[in-house]
C-alpha cells in the first residue's frame, strides 16, 4: 500500500482526528494534520508512543520540559508518562500507538 503523508493528511476532515494507515505488531500506524491547537495532557499506562513530525513543527511537552520538534524529529514517550502537544503546533504528524 502505497500512502502520501502530507497529501492524505491534507485530505483529513479534522485537525487532530487521526487515520490509522494500518496496523503492525500490535501497533496503530496513524497520520494526524496538526493545527495551532495542540491537544492536552495524556498518557497511556500501557503503551510507548512514537511522535515523527513529518511536515512543520511541533511543540512537545513532557513533565514541565518543552522538547521542540521538526520535520524529520522522532521522540518516543514511555508508556505511563504525561504529555502534551503545545498550542502552535502545526503540520502532519506521523503516529505509532497501540491504542
Known amino acids: 500500500m502505497l500512502t502520501h503523508l502530507i497529501q492524505d493528511a491534507a485530505e483529513l476532515p479534522q485537525a487532530w482526528r487521526s487515520r490509522v494507515l494500518g496496523r503492525t ?5 496513524k497520520i494526524i494534520r496538526m493545527d495551532e491547537a ?3 495532557t495524556e498518557s497511556h499506562p500501557d503503551f510507548d508512543e512514537g511522535f515523527l513530525v513529518v511536515e512543520g513543527q511541533m511543540t512537545l511537552e513532557i513533565d514541565g520540559r518543552r522538547i521542540p520538534m521538526t520535520a524529520g524529529d522522532f521522540y518516543l514517550v514511555p508508556a505511563g508518562q504525561a504529555h502534551s502537544v503545545l498550542p502552535g503546533s502545526r503540520g502532519v504528524l ?6
Open 94 to 99: 506521523f503516529l505509532i500507538d497501540a491504542e
Open 38 to 40: 495542540g491537544i492536552p
Open 25 to 29: 505488531g500490535g501497533a496503530n500506524i
